[in-house]
């Protein structure tokens, strides 16, 4: 197998890359120019690198990154500041997944898995789930303001919608983490089919590492994969037991 990761440069994608090289897998990452990665990532033989905007990419170079390819990873998303959220391109991560789709579907042999992160703002009513009038007010006023949060919600649309679940050359899980934060070390997490808690008032905490390991494991572990093909899994971070007091 080799793996294409989209927005490898940044936190969670360094961390797919690693979990995925821990395993002996082969990846493709594509970074933007000037974007640093760690010095065991570059010297890597497994890695290959591939540099420049994604979302700027035409047919060709597509066809060219995703060649070989049987899966791909979007960690895209915006960078968190004034032009990260507001400019350009609005439509990073929905534009480049479906470009990606549209090249695939074109493409001989198996079908591709992927993987996109998404977040549990997003709410997949398909599936049943609602939101309170407060969610609903507070989600509809970050589709209004925040071009970033619409961008995530059309590319989760677009796998639900238009890729949907018997497309022939096209597998793919939108995983959902609650708000993301950083550690070193992974820790226990589970991953539920629909939010157990509000994502906007009471939104809980998963670590980035946790993510790319669920990532990884969806690659590599063919009943785990199936399991969640085609849906969105939320992912939580499990509390930890409080320690005994001696």
């Known amino acids: 197998m080799k793996v294409l990761i989209l927005g490898a440069s940044g936190t969670t994608g360094k961390l797919v890359a690693r979990q995925l090289l821990e395993r002996k897998i082969n990846v493709r990452l594509v970074v933007r120019e000037g974007a640093i990665l760690p010095v065991e990532i570059l010297a890597d033989p497994l890695v290959e690198i591939v540099k420049g905007n994604v979302s700027e990419f035409d047919d060709s170079r597509l066809t060219a990154i995703l060649e070989g390819c049987g899966a791909v990873v979007s960690c895209l998303g915006h960078t968190v500041s004034l032009k990260g ?13 479906k470009n990606i ?15 996109l992160m998404s977040t549990t703002a997003y709410t997949n009513s398909v599936s049943g789930e609602k939101n309170t009038l407060g969610e609903r007010i507070a989600l509809s006023v970050f589709a209004l303001l925040l071009p970033a949060h619409r961008d995530n919600v059309k590319a989760a649309d677009y796998l639900r919608d238009e890729i949907g679940k018997v497309d022939e050359k096209i597998e793919w899980i939108a995983v959902r983490p609650d708000t993301l934060v950083n550690d070193e070390s992974e820790s226990p997490f589970h991953a539920c089919e629909s939010p157990v808690r509000s994502p906007v008032f009471d939104a809980g905490k998963t670590t980035r590492i946790n993510v790319s390991r669920f990532m990884s494991d969806l690659l590599l572990d063919e009943a785990l994969w199936n399991e969640w093909r085609c849906r969105m899994p939320v992912l939580y971070n499990q509390p930890q037991e409080p320690a005994k007091v001696r």
């Open 85 to 97: 959220m507001f400019g350009k391109p609005r439509n990073l991560v929905s534009g480049t997944i």
């Open 101 to 115: 789709c549209g090249i695939a579907g074109k493409q001989d042999g198996k079908k591709v898995k992927l993987i």
